[in-house]
């Protein structure tokens, strides 16, 4: 089995910075996507970013030019720093990952269980 465990979320006043940390385990061969989701009370989960093993990104258009994305493949870990926060980011944020058990595996998806982040003086 696969784990996603996150951490770094919490409390930040508008304008602040935090770092999200996203570290995969278990029976891993080779993890194709990595990223973030978030979903706020009320609303749809949206993609804020992914990352493939290449270093290719993606981001959502809310976040573009505030938010970076960064994995480190040796440690199964991908990274989500935040800048400029502004409340409507205030939302539960979630690990996403596409991970291959073997060479001959399909693609799995996993998903953390999130971490709140809130944005708010």
């Known amino acids: 089995q696969v784990q996603l465990v996150e951490s770094g979320g919490g409390l930040v006043q508008p304008g602040g910075s935090l770092r999200l940390s996203c570290a995969a385990s278990?029976?891993?061969?080779?993890?194709?996507?990595m990223g973030w989701y978030r979903q706020a009370p009320g609303k749809q989960r949206e993609l804020v970013a992914s990352?493939?093993?290449?270093?290719?990104?993606n981001y959502g258009d809310s976040v573009k030019g505030r938010f970076t994305v960064s994995r480190d493949n040796a440690k199964n870990t991908v990274y989500l720093q935040m800048n400029s926060l502004k409340p409507e980011d205030t939302a539960v944020y979630l690990c996403?990952?596409?991970?291959?058990?073997?060479?001959?595996?399909?693609?799995?998806?996993?998903w953390g269980q999130g971490t709140q982040v809130t944005v708010s003086s």
């Open positions: 278990g029976s891993i061969f080779s993890i194709s996507f």
């Open positions: 990352i493939t093993s290449g270093g290719r990104t």
């Open positions: 996403h990952a596409e991970i291959r058990y073997s060479t001959l595996s399909p693609l799995h998806d996993y």
